[in-house]
């Protein structure tokens, strides 16, 4: 058989590798987890914080320019700025009256109105009603800046960032609380001891200044924690919480805060806990200085 003379022919394929797509996809997806995770982490901390926490972290991240704290609008700062310009009011003991958003004086019972007639309160219980309900807005307000102020004060000091989870800066209805407290093992003051430590002083001795500047009054209160069933004390403590709020009061007044302004120094043993299920834990333990939120008040030469 002859044999054929027709070729062969192989067809062999080349793969073409794919071209490079490129990392930005991983980008991207880093940037979408941060997301996430800041995210969730904006839910916890809204669920976990008080309102009035929230007000306060809101103030403090605001502007300067546009941050309420030298408003002057009275509540804690009574009129002042917490710098040194600005109106400042006369010192609420001085003044036997207060005045109202419209500038008319708050009589009280038994004085004289302007229409002569006696027994009768200046002004309408609906406009009352409503200068009542500004000036504690306003009031309300204030605290929450003063207590930013604070704490801006405090970030400022060296020492606070070995203390900044035992110093407790709280706005309430009724003031300002600073309180120091035992808790995660470390503890404001020795034990048994009515001077507190050197750390502590430190802090106090730098907090005078920006307690002075907000103008108002003060008052010191000691407290400790529960003694457990079967434990006793080695001190009295209506006597140690009493001489722990003694000592933090003339360690303000020696940094230079005036002792007029002091309304009361009080020990309360074991009376008032911050947490009446657990009277035994040490943040029971703690001594808080309250600045106290009265009314602004105008001299009377404010009138004519």
Do not use: C
Request: avoid cysteine; glycine fraction near 8%; proline fraction near 7%.
């Amino acid at each position: 058989m002859a044999k054929s003379t027709q070729p062969i022919i192989i067809k062999r394929v080349k793969k073409a590798a794919h071209a490079h797509h490129g990392g930005a996809w991983k980008i991207a997806y880093a940037d979408f987890v941060t997301a996430m995770m800041a995210f969730f982490l904006l839910m916890w901390l809204i669920s976990m914080t008080t309102k009035e926490q929230k007000i306060g972290l809101a103030n403090y991240f605001s502007p300067p320019n546009i941050s309420p704290t030298t408003s002057g609008s009275g509540g804690i700062l009574m009129g002042t700025t917490i710098d040194k310009a600005g109106s400042k009011a006369s010192d609420p003991r001085d003044a036997p009256w207060s005045a109202g958003r419209d500038g008319d004086r708050d009589a009280p019972l038994g004085s004289t109105g302007r229409d002569g007639d006696r027994d009768v309160p200046m002004g309408s219980a609906g406009r009352a009603s409503e200068r009542d309900a500004s000036r504690s807005a306003a009031s309300l307000q204030a605290n929450q800046s003063a207590a930013a102020s604070i704490r801006q004060a405090l970030q400022k000091m060296p020492e606070f960032a070995e203390l900044s989870r035992n110093i407790l800066v709280e706005a309430t209805k009724d003031g300002v609380n600073v309180s120091l407290m035992d808790q995660d093992g470390r503890s404001m003051f020795p034990e048994g001891s009515l001077r507190p430590y050197e750390r502590v002083r430190l802090v106090l001795e730098a907090l005078a200044p920006t307690l002075r500047r907000l103008n108002n009054r003060l008052s010191v209160t000691g407290h400790t924690s529960a003694a457990r069933p079967g434990s006793a004390r080695a001190v009295d403590s209506w006597s140690l919480t009493a001489g722990r709020a003694i000592a933090v009061r003339e360690i303000l007044s020696g940094a230079g805060f005036p002792n007029d302004r002091f309304t009361f120094v009080a020990g309360r043993s074991d009376t008032e806990p911050v947490f009446p299920d657990n009277p035994y834990l040490p943040s029971n333990q703690r001594v808080t200085i309250t600045l106290i939120n009265e009314a602004p008040l105008l001299p009377p030469s404010g009138f004519r």
